[in-house]
């Protein structure tokens, strides 16, 4: 199995542009979670799915920033307009059990 | 309020000692604790999980312990090698989501 797959890998934007990451979980997991971490304030949790449907959207810090699960197999965090306190390494995670989590490389994001 | 409190500041380590890393917390009651590794660059990778009616768990050169009346997890790896440098994490199952700990920078020392 190929992992979680995230993309870009890296993302370079200037304030105020629209910005979209991607996620692929490991086929056959049904609970797909996205992360921010940041030195200041760690792992945070955004938002998780399960089934393709979000369960808990708390931790989506401001209504700028946006998650869909169209399918099983594909998931976006888009940010509009983005600013540069939104610079971080952004996570997918997925998980079959909702225990034990398999983490993507991460997308480092960059706001100018 | 909850939080999860793991030791901010790095810890050295001499290659083949035991690395114990701490991870405490306050009011929560959760049902498992698991522990996470995280290289530079890299998403966190899972390592262990211990259920609250566990209180020891291991694999290979690992040790985990969980003291739910301490509210407790401690962190052993025996025989540490350079490539146990990491960051490790401790995450807790709480309302249907993990709550993560800050991460503990481990340097081993050849």
């Known amino acids: 199995d190929a992992g979680v797959i995230q993309s870009p890998r890296h993302e370079v934007t200037e304030m105020g542009q629209e910005v979209t990451l991607r996620c692929k979980p490991i086929?056959?997991?049904?609970?797909l979670f996205w992360y921010r971490q940041t030195m200041m304030r760690g792992l945070e949790l955004l938002i998780y799915f399960n089934n393709n449907v979000p369960i808990d959207d708390s931790g989506m810090p401001e209504d700028r920033f946006s998650a869909k699960m169209p399918n099983a197999s594909f998931s976006t965090l888009k940010i509009q307009p983005s600013e540069p306190r939104d610079s971080a390494v952004y996570f997918c995670?997925?998980?079959?059990?909702?225990?034990?989590?398999?983490f993507g490389p991460g997308t480092r994001l960059t706001v100018l | 309020s909850q939080k999860i409190e793991q030791n901010s500041e790095a810890l050295n380590i001499q290659e083949g000692k035991t690395a114990t890393l701490t991870c405490n917390y306050t009011n929560y009651s959760p049902a498992y604790l698991q522990w996470y590794r995280q290289d530079p660059g890299r998403g966190p990778v899972f390592l262990l999980l211990i259920r609250e009616n566990e209180k020891e768990k291991r694999k290979e050169r690992l040790k985990v312990t969980f003291d739910t009346t301490l509210k407790q997890s401690l962190f052993h790896i025996t025989a540490s090698q350079p490539a146990d440098s990491a960051t490790y994490l401790c995450a807790l199952w709480s309302n249907y989501q993990l709550i993560w700990g800050a991460g503990t920078k481990l340097i081993i020392k050849p």
């Open positions: 995670a997925s998980s079959l059990t909702s225990r034990e989590q398999f």
């Open positions: 086929s056959g997991h049904n609970s």
